[in-house]
């Protein structure tokens, strides 16, 4: 008989989870107060039920309570006590407060900084680069008010905003803040803490001019795009030198005005050739070469394809909850798990693209096999059975 060489005495999902270290959730639970008022279904038990419910890709309370009932036998591989009954997850989503998970997912960020924090995989323009933007989860309107007018129909959508700062060397949030989707992007800013001649970079919706003065006293440096309506006054022209970027077509000081108080700025227009379209930046930064400061516009990106990456891996589509909550709490859990997959592919020894990596872990969630071994090296069940005589050759050899 054929025996696999990736065998495990424990299912994929249970190596998952010991990644994730128990004590930061007692301690996290022990410090919100979160199971004073529950005999069941702790803290601990409800994160792991939502970290199973998000990899396996469930989109019902029904259907997560229905799955976990027919893994009888693996209940304790899930570290669960209990069957979770859909009123009991439905109760704890909506009465346990999302503020738990956040804390949780902060604490397993600083655990695994060391995986994360990897210059040789990326090389971000400037050090000490931050990337900050958001995105959108469309929701019911009586949930969460959405952006803009009322439609003609009358069909007005809400949705819940994801305000997102990353450090350009983690590529996972350090961060997070969720509103409204009416809620400006301008209010995130003020939440940032950043250090001492670091760069933040961000889209034009967060245009600020009052944080900008204050980011110019406290020495902290942003690059973002310009405005079409700004208005401000050209000062002087900067000498650009031969050997910059030939897309540089210009670079300026400026001044704008906020409540009468002038802020001085720097103007920087770059022609790309791809898009044909000029691209106008500002920054208070005047040290940097101005094709430096494109690059690090171009570094935004990079938050894009977290989101990207966030949505196509773990949908936030389906809900188990119709309040803000419940919405928080699986937002937050689908972060763990975005975090927790990027720890699995860096300590992998076989470079693996995310998507695949995430497909196959979520097929064999239940499987007994060796999650490291397998990650190593997939084929070598294929190999031994390719290698192996026949059972025909065998009986004639006998």
């Known amino acids: 008989m054929n025996k696999s060489t990736n065998f495990s005495g424990i299912p994929v999902i249970k ?67 209990d069957f979770p009954k859909r009123s009991t997850l439905s109760d704890a989503n909506k009465k346990r407060s999302s503020k738990v998970f956040a804390d949780i997912y902060y604490s397993i960020l600083d655990k695994y900084r060391r995986y994360l924090s990897d210059s040789s995989i990326k090389s971000p323009a400037v050090k000490n680069l931050c990337i900050v ?110 050997d910059i970027d030939p897309g540089i077509i210009r670079d300026e000081k400026i001044r704008i005005f906020k409540n009468g108080s002038p802020i001085y700025l720097r103007r920087i227009a770059y022609w790309y050739e791809e898009h044909k379209k000029v691209y106008e930046f500002i920054t208070n930064n005047f040290t940097l070469d ?16 977290l989101f990207k990456r966030l949505k196509q891996n ?40 995310y998507s695949n990596m995430v497909s196959v872990i979520r097929y064999h969630l239940m499987s007994y096999i060796d999650l490291f071994k397998f990650l190593k090296n997939p084929d070598a069940g294929w190999e031994i059975l390719k290698t192996k005589p026949s059972l025909q050759l065998q009986m004639f050899s006998g």
């Open 314 to 353: 773990f949908p936030l589509k389906y809900f188990l909850g119709d309040n803000q909550n419940a919405i928080e709490i699986q937002i937050w859990v689908s972060l763990i798990i975005q975090l927790i997959m990027l720890v699995v592919q860096r300590k992998a020894e076989r470079k693996w693209a």
């Open 15 to 81: 190596q998952i989870i010991k990644l994730i270290d128990p004590f930061i959730i007692y301690r996290t639970a022990k410090k919100h107060k979160s199971d004073r008022y529950y005999k069941k279904f702790k803290t601990y038990e409800h994160l792991i039920t939502m970290i199973f419910t998000v990899l396996s890709g469930c989109s019902s309370l029904r259907e997560i309570t229905g799955i976990i009932l027919a893994c009888e036998g693996k209940i304790n591989h899930l570290g669960l006590k």
């Open 290 to 305: 101005a094709d430096k400061i494109a690059d690090i516009y171009k570094n935004r990106w990079q938050i894009e394809v």
């Open 133 to 242: 933007d958001s995105t959108t989860v469309g929701l019911f309107s009586d949930i969460l008010k959405g952006a803009g007018r009322k439609p003609i129909d009358g069909k007005c959508k809400g949705g819940l905003k994801i305000h997102t700062m990353i450090n350009a060397l983690e590529d996972v949030p350090c961060l997070v803040h969720m509103t409204s989707a009416a809620t400006s992007d301008t209010v995130f800013l003020k939440k940032l803490e950043l250090k001492k001649e670091s760069f933040v970079v961000f889209d034009k919706g967060y245009n600020d001019y009052s944080q900008y003065a204050k980011w110019c006293l406290d020495e902290i440096y942003f690059v973002t795009r310009q405005r079409e309506n700004a208005k401000y006054q050209s000062l002087e022209d900067l000498d650009i030198r031969d």
